[in-house]
């Protein structure tokens, strides 16, 4: 299989991963589909990191671009050599790459202190506040603990589930990120296509 259609595939990928990164993020500024909750700042802190719009969706488009790039048709030579403009382009890919892997790192470490930090809600006693803050996440094990938020309704399962989803979406950009530095490496140094044909098509 050519390096160049391995990271095409990846670059398809990480686009419709960011698009969900971004949806996922800005659902958690309305819980319950309501607007309030945001403006009267009630919002957990970590959901102003903008882990999905910015680390796992904008900054992720980049990356995405410059693979979905490899595949096409323009073999620029260098050198003499018909297939090494290809070969500097898949190295070059590869710091393309290491950005992703910072964006879906953000977003992994910033989803998973929201899920550990729990949301701001309102308690039984009326306070807003970080009830489960120092349970060390253990709230998450022990879902008869939910009930102490009271206002937004089901707002621990609703920042469970999408902290969540920021967690697994960014977990596998990075994953893929990280196949790529490699594809771009062995592409970069073993040749852009894997067989002697594929080049003289180019």
């Not at 953000?106 to 309102?122: F, K, N, S, T």
Request: charged letters at 10%; proline letters at 2%; hydrophobic letters at 45%.
């Amino acid at each position: 299989m050519c390096y160049g259609k391995c990271a095409r595939c990846i670059g398809h990928s990480l686009v419709w991963l960011a698009i969900l990164c971004i949806v996922a993020n800005i659902l958690l500024y309305f819980p319950n589909g309501e607007t309030k909750y945001a403006s009267e700042n009630h919002l957990s802190r970590f959901v102003w990191f903008f882990s999905g719009i910015v680390g796992g969706g904008l900054l992720m488009f980049l990356p995405a671009f410059v693979f979905i790039g490899l595949e096409q048709d323009d073999c620029c030579g260098c050198c003499g050599h018909e297939n090494c403009g290809k070969r500097c382009a898949m190295l070059s890919s590869v710091l393309a790459a290491l950005i992703g892997i910072a964006g879906s790192g953000y977003c992994v470490i910033v989803a998973a202190l929201g899920l550990a930090e729990g949301p701001v809600c309102r308690d039984s006693f009326g306070q807003w506040n970080y009830t489960f803050a120092n349970t060390d996440g253990q709230y998450l094990l022990d879902t008869s603990t939910w009930s102490q938020c009271t206002e937004p309704k089901h707002i621990v399962e609703w920042n469970v589930s999408l902290f969540s989803i920021l967690l697994a979406l960014g977990g596998i950009e990075f994953i893929l990120c990280l196949i790529q530095v490699i594809n771009g490496v062995m592409g970069g140094i073993c040749g852009y296509c894997c067989s002697r044909q594929q080049r003289y098509d180019c």
